[in-house]
């Protein structure tokens, strides 16, 4: 399993993550027309009605993208960083949601409780993405509708390593197959991609109808896999510093994506990339700046050594 691909690697790194992800990392990564698009690939008609739970919800910017389609007390968020939902919980249009705390991969939900399942950027953590996605089939009615939101694996080779190494960036057919042995119907998705990313293909928005009452008939038995509390790598000492490993390891393949993004953002008019091009903020003009004040640092040093 990948560096980040871990329950307890995830809980810590957005501890500090959450400082800032709603400044430097969804306005880079998912953006709001691909939330729109993403989005509206769900059936929101009878939004009154509809109950509404998302998972991984995070900082709560996707619930954002739904509250604008139903009413925010009919939808639940569940998340396992109590960092992140604080963030949520102070967003104004989401005064009304409710929150829980809890694994993507064990639901706190009775069998058939919503109408619409919305998981948008969270399965690059999941130990075993396949139970969260029977999750998702579990905790929806008959005809309700789980639409799930992720990367896909890069075509650029650096991009490709570093994603591998850093956490799931499933490929396009793992999604299908997800969904299809989950026993999801009438399965349809999109692509979505930020403006600078010239890959129409940088990630996937897939969708399915519950079509019976119950669990997915292909889910194992209820409590076969584990908790978050319960991983089952080796003593305290080993664990920990795998943890600790995994987590550092982890953060600078994350930090590395961020640079990355920021330069193809600034980039993109130059490369000929079409999109609706989204302005920086305050937060990534300050990185942008600081590389390139340390890139000017290190040019002059070499420029000056070789005199
Ligand atoms: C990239 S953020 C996405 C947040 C949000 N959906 C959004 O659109 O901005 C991923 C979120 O998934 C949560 N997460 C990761 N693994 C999880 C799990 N097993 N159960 C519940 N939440 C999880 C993280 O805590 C984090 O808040």
């Given amino acids: 399993m990948r560096l980040m691909q871990h329950k307890r690697e995830a809980y810590w790194f957005y501890r500090y993550l959450s400082n800032f992800y709603d400044k430097l990392v969804n306005p880079l990564f998912w953006t ?3 939330r729109e698009k993403a989005l509206d690939l769900a059936d929101w ?7 509404v739970v998302d998972v991984g919800s995070g900082t709560g910017f996707t619930t954002q993208g739904i509250a604008r389609r139903v009413p925010a007390k009919n939808i639940i968020c569940v998340d396992q960083s109590p960092e992140q939902m604080e963030r949520a919980m102070v967003k104004p249009d989401l005064d009304d949601c409710r929150f829980r705390l809890g694994d993507a991969e064990r639901l706190p939900f009775a069998d058939d ?3 619409r399942y919305v998981s948008a950027g969270s399965i690059e953590y999941w130990p075993d993405p ?3 996605v029977f999750e998702s089939y579990r905790v929806i009615k008959e005809g309700g509708q789980a639409l ?3 990367p896909i694996e890069p075509v650029n080779p650096i991009s490709k390593f570093i994603a591998n190494a850093w956490m799931l960036f499933p490929p396009e057919h793992e999604y299908h197959g997800y969904y299809e042995r989950a026993g999801f119907k009438d399965i349809r998705y999109t692509y979505i991609r930020p403006h600078w990313q010239e890959n129409e293909r940088y990630g996937i928005a ?3 109808t519950k079509p019976a009452p119950g669990r997915s008939p292909a889910a194992p038995q209820r409590g076969s896999h584990a908790l978050v509390e319960a991983d089952p790598e080796g003593g305290w000492l080993g664990r920990n510093l795998l943890l600790t490993g995994r987590l550092l390891a982890g953060s600078l393949a994350g930090f590395l994506f961020i640079p990355m993004a920021l330069l193809a953002h600034v980039t993109a008019p130059l490369r000929g990339v079409e999109g609706e091009v989204q302005p920086l903020n305050r937060e990534q003009k300050a990185v942008l700046y600081g590389l390139g004040a340390v890139t000017a640092f290190f040019v002059l040093r070499a420029i000056f050594r070789k005199r």
């Fill in 206 to 208: 897939i969708i399915g």
């Fill in 45 to 51: 008609s009878g939004g009154e009605l509809l109950k």
């Fill in 113 to 115: 409780t919503f109408d």
């Fill in 32 to 34: 709001e027309p691909m």
């Fill in 148 to 150: 799930l939101i992720g």
């Fill in 130 to 132: 396949q139970q969260g």
